[in-house]
């Protein structure tokens, strides 16, 4: 950051583009020691000094560094990761692979559960941050804009995945929600299916395969599609009552996407308590693959993701990073595939 210019720089590299709190100082228009007082003791200053400082802090995004005891070019050896839920075993796959990754590299990974609410993520970011781990991963690319702030600001390596976007925070790896969208969609035409339903949690990554999965079906000629929304992180349970719900609401359904295994077993279950066929009558697909899902009966097709791909890359970027090696390809597209079984 140049001394005439107030916004923090985008980063490059660990260190470099960190907002530090003598650029709050200097925007506040007061020395550091007395922003630092404001910050740690507000009692110890006026009520017109303490504003000042934390407007500056709001605008810079800054996070106190506290670990600030220690020399600032020593590393912490430690990474952290948000994943929405640490009980849905989605993404489970992905952090093992993270975690063993990291530990062949001598770095340990602190995981946190950050749910699917954004005023949650950013708790956790300002906590985490002002660690200042050697890196950060995070599940998907919506963040609040507060919390996207914070960590440009921060000058940590930021690897956000099991998401696609141009324009990453720092670094990405995941793929594409809209393509799964169209592709589950091209599938099942392909088996003949007309009367089309999805089944899709309320967090924003299965939106996007839900609005994509529609607009599909829509250019396909296949007119409206079923739509239940259930809360995430999504259960059998839930799987069973939208089933339901969609048998009530849309008589005559041939297939149905489901945004997660989990839901796509609850409305297999719930099928065959009502004595519909899976796939005579029903063709079921769901998303994740996850180990259970072969071994249903009928197996179920499911979405497969690599997560272990997505975890191994996330570790290589954040190390690569931290120990001051170039990263040239900032974002990887992990793809995806559908693995076709009896349950379509």
């Known amino acids: 950051m140049n001394d005439e210019d107030n916004t923090p720089a985008r980063r490059t590299r660990r260190g470099s583009g960190a907002v530090t709190l003598h650029d709050v100082a200097r925007l506040a228009g007061v020395a550091p020691i ?3 007082r404001a910050l740690n003791t507000p009692g110890q200053v006026s009520k017109a000094l303490l504003e000042k400082v934390n407007d500056a802090v709001a605008r810079t ?40 990754a990291l530990a062949a590299q001598g770095y340990q990974l602190m995981l946190g559960q950050s749910g699917y609410a954004d005023s949650r993520e ?31 600001a921060a000058g940590i390596p930021v690897v956000e995945t099991w998401d696609l976007t141009p324009t990453p925070i720092d670094m990405l790896v995941g793929f ?33 395969r839900q609005q994509a999965f529609q607009a599909a079906a829509h250019a396909a000629g296949l007119g409206e599609v079923a739509v239940v929304i259930v809360p995430a992180p999504t259960t059998l349970k839930s799987g069973r009552s939208a089933l339901l719900q969609l048998l009530q609401t849309s008589p005559g359904l041939d297939a149905v996407f489901c945004s997660s295994d989990l839901l796509a077993l609850g409305v297999m279950t719930e099928a065959q308590w009502r004595g519909i066929k899976v796939p005579e009558q029903l063709a079921v697909l769901g998303f994740g693959d996850l180990e259970f899902a072969a071994d249903l009966q009928p197996a179920l097709t ?35 595939s559908i693995v076709p079984r009896d349950s379509t």
């Open 176 to 208: 594409s929600h809209v393509d799964v969208g169209r592709a589950v969609v091209d599938f099942l035409y392909a088996r003949g299916r007309r009367r089309l339903a999805v089944i899709a949690g309320d967090d924003e990554r299965s939106k996007r």
């Open 61 to 100: 995004g800054y996070v106190p560094n506290r670990m600030a005891g220690g020399l600032a070019s020593a590393r912490s050896r430690l990474v952290a990761a948000l994943v929405p839920t640490i009980s849905g075993p989605v993404f489970m796959e992905t952090v093992r692979s993270l975690n063993e």
């Open 34 to 36: 007395t922003a630092s």
């Open 302 to 336: 499911s979405v497969r993701i690599d997560g272990m791909a997505i975890g191994r890359q996330a570790a290589q970027f954040i190390v690569d990073r931290a120990e001051g090696r170039p990263v040239d390809t900032r974002v990887v597209d992990v793809g995806f």
């Open 122 to 152: 950013d708790a956790l970011l300002d906590a985490i941050i002002s660690r200042r781990p050697d890196g950060i991963v995070l599940t998907g690319i919506m963040h609040s804009p507060e919390g996207r702030k914070r960590l440009l």
